[in-house]
T-cell receptor, first 113, second 113 residues
Framework: GENVEQHPSTLSVQEGDSAVIKCTYS??????FPWYKQELGKRPQLIID?????GEKKDQRIAVTLNKTAKHFSLHITETQPEDSAVYFC????????????FGAGTRLAVHP | DAGVIQSPRHEVTEMGQEVTLRCKPI?????LFWYRQTMMRGLELLIY????????DSGMPEDRFSAKMPNASFSTLKIQPSEPRDSAVYFC???????????FGPGTRLTVT
């Protein structure tokens, strides 16, 4: 069935360190993998996404890698800052059509000054 | 564009009352999604529409929940009768059809006492 597993559920780092969040998906035909950031009391907002024809994508301090063979993808945040503290969700687009996303359970990242 | 618009932003009601949540998607988007978010269950997809037609309502928890999309610019999620366990934040999101970003609305925080 459709499933996305996300680890870890919580992550605590010191400011300036790197943070890595990993996700695995079950639908081998998934072709789109977005990452959303949700600050406390706010809506989820897209921070980066990757399509299945690309192995890596970077945007300033954020990067995402995709391994289609292993069916896993990861979010990398370098030089973390206190404002990076939030819940991060990975998702995989369901191959059954339309734009249904299967979300992971989320990772609560805390960046300590 | 104003983004996805939801109303009301907060709703407090008594058990047994009918609740109607409203959503206006981004103009030009033809896919609309209703999500429910709680601490225990995370972000759950309830139902989604494509070109105003319900595609998958398998996430709707029970018959007390119903959703409609009478036209491309408006959708409602109704709970009748409401119960305390329905208390959650309900998000509406919209997107273009295909592997594209889903844009979330600000959410409606529902409290059923």
């Amino acid at each position: 069935g459709e499933n996305v597993e996300q680890h870890p559920s919580t992550l605590s780092v010191q400011e300036g360190d790197s943070a890595v969040i990993k996700c695995t998906y079950s639908d081998s035909a998934s072709n789109y993998f977005p990452w959303y950031k949700q600050e406390l009391g706010k809506r989820p907002q897209l921070i980066i996404d990757i399509r299945s024809n690309v192995g890596e994508k970077k945007d300033q301090r954020i990067a995402v890698t995709l391994n289609k063979t292993a069916k896993h993808f990861s979010l990398h945040i370098t030089e973390t800052q206190p404002e990076d503290s939030a819940v991060y969700f990975c998702a995989a687009r369901f191959s059954g059509g339309y734009n249904k996303l299967i979300f992971g359970a989320g990772t609560r990242l805390a960046v300590h000054p | 564009d104003a983004g996805v618009i939801q109303s009301p932003r907060h709703e407090v009601t008594e058990m047994g009352q009918e609740v109607t949540l409203r959503c206006k998607p981004i103009s030009g988007h033809n896919s609309l999604f209703w999500y429910r978010q709680t601490m225990m269950r995370g972000l759950e997809l309830l139902i989604y529409f494509n070109n105003n037609v319900p595609i998958d309502d398998s996430g709707m928890p029970e018959d007390r929940f119903s959703a409609k999309m009478p036209n491309a610019s408006f959708s409602t999620l109704k709970i009748q009768p409401s119960e305390p366990r329905d208390s959650a934040v309900y998000f509406c999101a919209s997107s273009l059809e295909g592997p594209y970003e889903q844009y979330f609305g600000p959410g409606t925080r529902l409290t059923v006492t």
